[in-house]
């Protein structure tokens, strides 16, 4: 995807929206781009800093691009915390002409038995239906994000039609790696102290009974358009 998205911009000065600790822009520079991020968490910038970033902390919306200008403007699970008609009007804005916007985010589908197990758990600590996110078809679930990410570019005016590019991938698991992200997820921290733990400590015994790993798959899928006029 990376490189897609380098071979379709017209040179390398990359804006990172919501770059968080850099896990994106660290591969945009891999990829031989200058990168750009912008985020409104300092203590992630930090990260990222320190992780060979530049980094301005600011909200997208209300950052200030000083007369710079970019070669694509991308977003990793970011875009949905951004106003998509405003971000995508400003995106132009700092876009050179032939410039890509390009937001994307990983959506991930457990196999079947590990989506199972995973929310029998959730079922067991929480007492409600939130287990039933582990086994939904999560690209539907994604899919009204990509609409309003794409409507917004529309609405702004300044991009020719978007696109979905897609990509899958497997992504193995040891229970150790897996039970280091579960805490990441959103809206986990708003579970009480006792109750993750109890969450965690399910998880890791349905990982065990499943033979101490699995593969799971996932989606990238990117909107993507190229930038044709600045808007009015």
């Not at 804005?93 to 390009?102: H, I, Q």
């Not at 067991?124 to 582990?134: I, K, L, R």
């Not at 708003?190 to 699995?214: H, M, V, W």
Request: one cysteine or more; glycine letters at 12%; hydrophobic letters at 45%.
């Amino acid at each position: 995807m990376v490189a897609r998205i380098v071979a379709a911009s017209p040179g390398p000065d990359v804006l990172d929206v919501g770059c968080g600790t850099g896990i994106a822009a660290r591969q945009f520079q891999a990829a031989g781009c200058r990168v750009l991020g912008v985020d409104p968490d300092t203590r992630m910038a930090g990260l990222a800093r320190q992780a060979g970033i530049e980094v301005e902390v600011a909200k997208f919306e209300a950052w200030e691009p000083a007369g710079r200008a970019f070669d694509a403007v991308i977003a990793g699970q970011a875009w949905h915390w951004v106003d998509p008609v405003a971000g995508a009007a400003k995106a132009a804005r700092v876009l050179r002409p032939g410039g890509r916007l390009a937001l994307f985010w990983n959506v991930f589908q457990p196999p079947p038995e590990v989506g199972e197990a995973f929310a029998a758990v959730h079922r067991q600590v929480m007492g409600d239906t939130s287990g039933s996110f582990w086994t939904r078809p999560m690209l539907e679930v994604y899919s009204p994000g990509f609409a309003s990410a794409a409507d917004g570019a529309r609405k702004a005016g300044a991009f020719a039609d978007p696109e979905q590019w897609r990509f899958d991938w497997d992504r193995p698991y040891t229970r150790g790696q897996w039970l280091e992200q579960v805490p990441t997820f959103g809206g986990y921290s708003q579970i009480p102290p006792a109750r993750q733990q109890e969450i965690l400590a399910g998880i890791g015994a349905a990982i065990d009974a499943l033979g101490g790993s699995f593969v799971m798959h996932y989606t990238t899928v990117a909107v993507t358009a190229a930038r044709t006029n600045l808007p009015a």
